[in-house]
């Protein structure tokens, strides 16, 4: 599977295992696909927000007579307009719905309207004056672990502190390098800007929401707190949504919308901007990692000890988890029996950090793989030498006391990937726009220097620590048509594709008809943690089985069969013991068997103060190998090549596969150099796609990529999630062909040009 | 003011207030809603489209200034229920995730064709640098332009 080569489409059912077509591809490239930024209604308002511009103030007074003078405005509404609970959260209700008397971060709402026009509430959100006294920002992780230091919150300044001891926390190595890691504040930056409709009920007896999110019932839930209401009083709709990558995880303007509706009796519509997107959502958290690796003379890791800091920002959000998958990460995909690790998350001033993609993965794994070069340095091996001794298998047990029962490929994942040709030496013409720089063209190909680098993960799927993030599916069979109802945000992962080819599957069905996306139904639990394929997809497997039991009963009881000897051939159901043959189609017909199941994954527990416990549920692993070109003299970077080998279980869908591995890669090279949001003392720099730079598509480097395909028996369809591996080593890996390069020790990502060419 | 400009072939005349912004106008006053904003600061193409035959990104061109041109969305390209091929192309390639990006890089890339028929790889990564993609590290997108020149998908 090669990013280059033809696709060429099997003419055969778009069964598991092919690469068929997503059903929205055709409304997406017309431009029929409702985003949720696409709805409109009848007399609708729209809403905004009203932001604090400080990173920790009082709020003196607020004066909003002016505001309610500008003709068009409907309301204004602040923290005491809040019905039900004033703050809200994923873990912890911690967070505002608006700031009440202090505001935590740049960007904190306080405020919002309703008006005739986005214009008019711009010019109302501008007329109301509010005083501030600022107050001194906490910005700093040491001063907010430190106990000395004033809470900044009731809650505290730590989110959470948590330890991990196993083995001989005392051995001493042969070998010992230590280093310290600086990782930056990325964002998601999804590109369709949130926004959302909300219309009420009449007499404000409840209120639906069509908003892009990727978790339905979440949001229902938080919802539902703050406006004092019922859930079920609260309907949510998935409004069409252009990527998450953890963003909308988190509320953002769900209450808002549905407090302006409430208040005014009409729908209303909020919209956010680039800008206002910036501080409406969380981000990737920054953190500081230090770690001190001891191994044997034969390379043998022995103990990995050592810290891990993240910072939060102002709320909770979800980094008392990311904590979590960070610390019980810091190990990497190899062998290890001891250890001494802690880890803090704190709270700041700074903008709060929650969910994107890899969480807290993606920072651990910068530390352990900067730690496994300079491993490789020490003991006189290749980086890929070091790995292979280390690699984790199948029944090693992590520092946690779990033992991994996933497939664990590890040692095939950095093989396969060192196999992978290099690419050609570079050959520039000057001013090439292949040359690192791109398009600035001011780059000298006499300076390049090539560089190689490496960095293998192991991922978590799923959620963690006994939470019970489960799965609800329903399947309708009606002559030989099914249809599919599920709450799973599609978010541009492709699970609309999966869920249909499922059904064909194991219905013998061509035609999938899905069920608009709600809360009709039980939750689907959030689309993240790289856990849809398997959840929500052993969802519909489910249900889709119970229909295909009763439909071989069914037809058992026609022909006089034992059901248990039927069997679903291509779109026929066929007796395995006999000449019986009988389309899905036609046996299907005058019937409606409905079936609705609830996928649960294993149990899982809590760490205790020593970090032990089973709080996993599986675990995937994937090799990274970058090549890059770096001008020494401009500090500027082109990474040429990746070449990747990921572990996948079973394939599924090898093109929205390859889609997931290659998106993924783009946003790893992000972080490596060139994302990051740029914090000063709690004050956001650059909340515009004109100063925060994403990789475009003379960025993107050549990806060269092997899906391992080992059935994980683990999994309901023997495919473990894709969506994240691919992000997390391929940040380190960059680094490292830029340190390799270069010959500077590089320890913060993104890499930044004076990091280059100079250096402190 | 009044503005008069030809939308996919259509002829429409609007009262419109002089800040109003060309995709403000397609998206709000004629329901065009296919073409997205991204950014607002020209940065990601998700709001390109064609004026005048050539894609511009209509976040930073005033409904006013397109008075009296011809404007093609995406809503326009296809004919008579068929999908134009680049459409097609990015359908069967794969060439989208969320599809917030897709009519931006569509209507970029029937540009691109019409500039260089023929284009190999880096052209095309020339080309579609100012759209910007989040989901699919652009990859399929290439492969989609790629197929689209070829005639093939």
Same mark, same amino acid.
């Given at each position: 599977?090669?990013?280059?080569?033809?696709?060429?489409?099997?003419?055969?059912?778009?069964?598991?295992?092919?690469?068929?077509?997503?059903p929205d591809?055709?409304?997406?490239?017309?431009?029929?696909?409702?985003?949720?930024?696409?709805?409109?209604?009848?007399?609708?308002?729209?809403g905004?927000?009203?932001?604090?511009?400080?990173?920790?103030?009082?709020?003196?007074?607020?004066?909003?007579?002016?505001?309610?003078?500008?003709?068009?405005?409907?309301?204004?509404?602040?923290?005491?307009?809040?019905?039900?609970?004033?703050? +809200?959260?994923?873990?912890?209700?911690?967070?505002?719905?608006?700031?009440?008397?202090?505001?935590?971060?740049?960007?904190?709402?306080?405020?919002? $309207?309703?008006?005739?026009?986005?214009?008019?509430?711009?010019?109302?959100?501008?007329?109301?004056?509010?005083?501030?006294?600022?107050?001194?920002?906490?910005?700093d992780?040491?001063?907010?672990?430190?106990?000395?230091?004033?809470?900044?919150?009731?809650?505290?300044?730590?989110?959470?502190?948590?330890?991990?001891?196993?083995?001989?926390?005392?051995?001493?190595?042969?070998?010992?390098?230590?280093?310290?890691?600086?990782?930056?504040?990325?964002?998601?930056?999804?590109?369709?800007?949130?926004?959302?409709?909300? +219309?009420?009920?009449?007499?404000?007896?409840?209120?639906?929401?069509v908003?892009?999110?990727?978790?339905?019932?979440e949001?229902?839930?938080?919802?539902?707190?703050?406006?004092?209401?019922?859930?079920?009083?609260?309907?949510?709709?998935?409004?069409?949504?252009?990527?998450?990558?953890?963003?909308?995880?988190?509320?953002?303007?769900?209450?808002?919308?549905?407090?302006?509706?409430?208040?005014?009796?009409?729908?209303?519509?909020?919209? +956010?901007?680039?800008?206002?997107?910036?501080?409406?959502?969380?981000?990737?958290?920054?953190?500081?990692?230090?770690?001190?690796?001891?191994?044997?003379?034969?390379?043998k890791?022995?103990?990995?000890?050592g810290?891990?800091?993240?910072?939060?920002?102002?709320?909770?959000?979800?980094?008392?988890?990311?904590?979590?998958?960070?610390?019980?990460?810091?190990?990497?995909?190899?062998?290890?029996?001891?250890?001494?690790?802690?880890?803090?998350?704190?709270?700041?001033?700074?903008?709060?950090?929650?969910?994107?993609?890899?969480?807290?993965?993606?920072?651990?794994?910068?530390?352990?793989?900067?730690?496994?070069?300079?491993?490789?340095?020490?003991?006189?091996l290749?980086?890929?030498?070091?790995?292979l001794?280390?690699?984790?298998?199948?029944?090693? %047990?992590?520092?946690?006391?779990?033992?991994?029962?996933?497939?664990?490929?590890?040692?095939?994942?950095?093989?396969?990937?060192?196999?992978?040709?290099?690419?050609?030496?570079?050959?520039?013409?000057t001013?090439?726009?292949?040359?690192?720089?791109?398009?600035?063209?001011?780059?000298?190909?006499?300076?390049?220097?090539?560089?190689?680098?490496?960095?293998?993960?192991?991922?978590?799927?799923?959620?963690?620590?006994?939470?019970?993030?489960?799965?609800?599916?329903r399947?309708?069979l009606?002559?030989?048509?099914?249809?599919?109802?599920?709450?799973?945000?599609?978010?541009?992962q492709?699970f609309?594709?999966?869920?249909?080819?499922?059904?064909?599957?194991?219905?013998?069905?061509?035609?999938?008809?899905?069920?608009?996306?709600?809360?009709?139904?039980?939750?689907?639990?959030?689309?993240?943690?790289?856990?849809?394929?398997?959840?929500?997809?052993?969802?519909?497997?489910?249900?889709?089985?119970? $229909?295909?039991?009763?439909?071989?009963?069914?037809?058992?009881?026609?022909?006089?069969?034992?059901?248990?000897?039927?069997?679903?051939?291509?779109?026929?159901?066929?007796?395995?013991?006999?000449?019986?043959?009988?389309?899905?189609?036609?046996?299907? %017909?005058?019937?409606?068997?409905?079936?609705?199941?609830?996928?649960?994954h294993?149990?899982?527990?809590?760490?205790?103060?020593?970090?032990?416990?089973?709080?996993?549920?599986?675990?995937?692993?994937?090799?990274?190998?970058?090549?890059?070109?770096?001008?020494?003299?401009?500090?500027?970077? %082109?990474?040429?090549?990746?070449?990747?080998?990921?572990?996948?279980?079973?394939?599924?869908?090898?093109?929205?596969?390859?889609?997931?591995?290659?998106?993924?890669?783009?946003?790893?090279?992000?972080?490596?150099?060139?994302e990051?949001?740029?914090?000063?003392?709690?004050?956001?720099?650059?909340?515009?796609?004109?100063? +925060?730079?994403?990789?475009?598509?003379?960025?993107?480097?050549?990806?060269?990529?092997?899906?391992?395909?080992?059935?994980?028996?683990?999994?309901?369809?023997?495919? %473990?999630?894709?969506?994240?591996?691919?992000?997390?080593?391929?940040?380190?890996?960059?680094?490292?062909?830029?340190?390799?390069?270069?010959?500077?020790?590089?320890?913060?990502?993104?890499?930044r040009?004076?990091?280059?060419?100079?250096?402190? | 003011?009044?503005?008069?400009?030809?939308?996919?072939?259509?002829?429409?005349?609007?009262?419109?207030?002089?800040?109003?912004?060309?995709?403000?106008?397609?998206?709000?006053?004629?329901?065009?809603?296919?073409?997205?904003i991204?950014?607002?600061?020209?940065?990601?193409?998700?709001?390109?489209?064609?004026?005048?035959?050539?894609?511009?990104?209509?976040?930073?061109?005033?409904?006013?200034?397109?008075?009296?041109?011809?404007?093609?969305?995406?809503?326009?390209?296809?004919?008579?229920?068929?999908?134009?091929?680049?459409?097609?192309?990015?359908?069967?390639?794969?060439?989208?995730?969320?599809?917030?990006?897709?009519?931006?890089?569509?209507?970029?890339?029937?540009?691109?064709?019409?500039?260089?028929?023929?284009?190999?790889?880096?052209?095309?990564?020339?080309?579609?640098?100012?759209?910007?993609?989040?989901?699919?590290?652009?990859?399929?997108?290439?492969?989609?332009?790629?197929?689209?020149?070829?005639?093939?998908?």
């Amino acid at each position: 599977m090669k990013n280059s080569s033809t696709t060429t489409r099997s003419q055969s059912r778009e069964v598991l295992g092919t690469s068929a077509l997503r059903p929205d591809g055709v409304a997406k490239t017309q431009g029929d696909f409702a985003f949720s930024s696409d709805f409109q209604a009848e007399n609708m308002l729209w809403g905004a927000t009203l932001r604090s511009p400080h990173p920790h103030a009082r709020i003196v007074s607020i004066d909003p007579t002016d505001a309610w003078r500008i003709p068009g405005v409907e309301t204004i509404i602040f923290a005491d307009d809040v019905p039900g609970q004033a703050t +809200y959260g994923l873990i912890a209700s911690d967070q505002p719905v608006f700031a009440q008397n202090v505001v935590r971060y740049m960007g904190e709402p306080i405020a919002a $309207v309703a008006a005739d026009h986005p214009e008019t509430c711009r010019r109302a959100l501008a007329a109301i004056k509010i005083v501030y006294e600022e107050l001194p920002v906490l910005f700093d992780m040491d001063l907010a672990i430190d106990p000395s230091t004033p809470p900044i919150h009731p809650d505290g300044n730590v989110f959470r502190h948590q330890r991990i001891i196993s083995g001989d926390p005392d051995i001493v190595g042969d070998v010992i390098v230590e280093g310290t890691y600086d990782i930056g504040m990325q964002d998601q930056a999804f590109l369709g800007l949130e926004a959302a409709l909300a +219309y009420p009920d009449p007499g404000g007896a409840g209120v639906e929401l069509v908003v892009a999110t990727q978790w339905l019932h979440e949001d229902r839930k938080q919802i539902a707190d703050c406006l004092g209401m019922a859930p079920e009083k609260v309907r949510l709709v998935l409004g069409g949504v252009g990527g998450a990558f953890g963003a909308r995880e988190d509320i953002s303007l769900q209450v808002h919308t549905c407090l302006l509706a409430l208040r005014t009796g009409r729908p209303v519509k909020v919209q +956010y901007s680039r800008e206002e997107s910036f501080f409406g959502h969380v981000h990737r958290h920054p953190g500081r990692i230090h770690l001190r690796h001891h191994a044997d003379r034969n390379g043998k890791l022995l103990k990995v000890e050592g810290w891990m800091k993240l910072d939060g920002g102002a709320y909770a959000s979800t980094s008392s988890a990311v904590l979590l998958n960070g610390i019980t990460h810091l190990q990497g995909p190899y062998a290890c029996d001891n250890s001494r690790l802690e880890a803090w998350a704190t709270r700041t001033n700074n903008p709060p950090c929650g969910a994107m993609r890899g969480f807290g993965v993606v920072q651990a794994c910068f530390a352990h793989e900067g730690q496994m070069d300079k491993l490789a340095v020490a003991l006189g091996l290749s980086p890929v030498e070091v790995r292979l001794r280390n690699a984790m298998k199948t029944g090693d %047990k992590l520092f946690t006391g779990q033992v991994v029962d996933s497939v664990a490929p590890v040692a095939r994942c950095i093989r396969e990937t060192d196999a992978i040709p290099l690419p050609a030496e570079p050959a520039y013409g000057t001013g090439s726009l292949e040359l690192p720089g791109g398009s600035g063209r001011t780059s000298d190909p006499s300076h390049i220097r090539r560089g190689i680098g490496w960095g293998v993960s192991i991922k978590n799927l799923m959620y963690s620590e006994g939470f019970d993030d489960s799965a609800e599916a329903r399947c309708t069979l009606a002559d030989g048509v099914a249809t599919l109802k599920f709450a799973t945000a599609e978010v541009g992962q492709g699970f609309v594709v999966l869920a249909q080819q499922i059904a064909r599957t194991i219905l013998g069905v061509d035609t999938v008809v899905l069920d608009a996306i709600d809360t009709q139904i039980g939750s689907a639990g959030s689309t993240s943690a790289s856990r849809q394929t398997w959840m929500s997809g052993g969802a519909v497997d489910g249900a889709c089985r119970l $229909v295909r039991e009763r439909l071989f009963e069914q037809v058992a009881h026609v022909h006089n069969l034992n059901p248990l000897q039927l069997a679903v051939e291509g779109t026929d159901i066929v007796d395995t013991l006999g000449p019986l043959r009988v389309p899905v189609s036609e046996a299907s %017909k005058g019937l409606r068997i409905e079936e609705t199941f609830l996928h649960r994954h294993r149990p899982t527990e809590e760490l205790d103060e020593n970090g032990q416990g089973n709080c996993h549920v599986a675990f995937a692993f994937v090799a990274h190998r970058a090549v890059v070109d770096v001008d020494t003299e401009l500090g500027l970077v %082109k990474v040429v090549q990746i070449a990747t080998a990921q572990d996948v279980g079973q394939v599924l869908n090898p093109l929205t596969l390859l889609g997931q591995i290659e998106g993924g890669i783009a946003q790893g090279l992000g972080l490596a150099v060139m994302e990051e949001i740029v914090v000063d003392r709690g004050v956001v720099k650059n909340p515009s796609f004109t100063d +925060y730079l994403l990789p475009t598509a003379l960025d993107a480097p050549d990806v060269v990529a092997i899906p391992i395909e080992e059935y994980e028996p683990l999994a309901p369809l023997g495919a %473990k999630g894709v969506g994240e591996p691919p992000c997390i080593s391929v940040t380190p890996a960059i680094v490292a062909a830029i340190r390799n390069a270069t010959g500077r020790d590089i320890t913060r990502t993104p890499v930044r040009p004076q990091d280059i060419c100079l250096p402190t | 003011m009044k503005i008069s400009l030809t939308v996919n072939g259509e002829l429409r005349e609007s009262e419109i207030e002089p800040r109003t912004l060309l995709v403000q106008y397609l998206r709000e006053n004629l329901a065009l809603t296919g073409t997205n904003i991204g950014c607002d600061t020209s940065s990601c193409g998700a709001c390109s489209m064609h004026l005048n035959g050539e894609a511009v990104k209509s976040c930073t061109i005033l409904a006013a200034q397109a008075d009296g041109c011809n404007i093609t969305t995406i809503e326009g390209l296809a004919k008579g229920g068929k999908m134009h091929p680049m459409q097609e192309a990015f359908m069967q390639n794969h060439g989208l995730q969320c599809g917030y990006c897709t009519p931006g890089m569509v209507m970029a890339a029937i540009s691109l064709l019409e500039e260089n028929a023929n284009p190999t790889e880096d052209e095309v990564r020339v080309g579609l640098e100012g759209n910007l993609c989040r989901c699919t590290g652009y990859h399929n997108i290439i492969q989609s332009v790629l197929a689209c020149a070829k005639g093939g998908n």
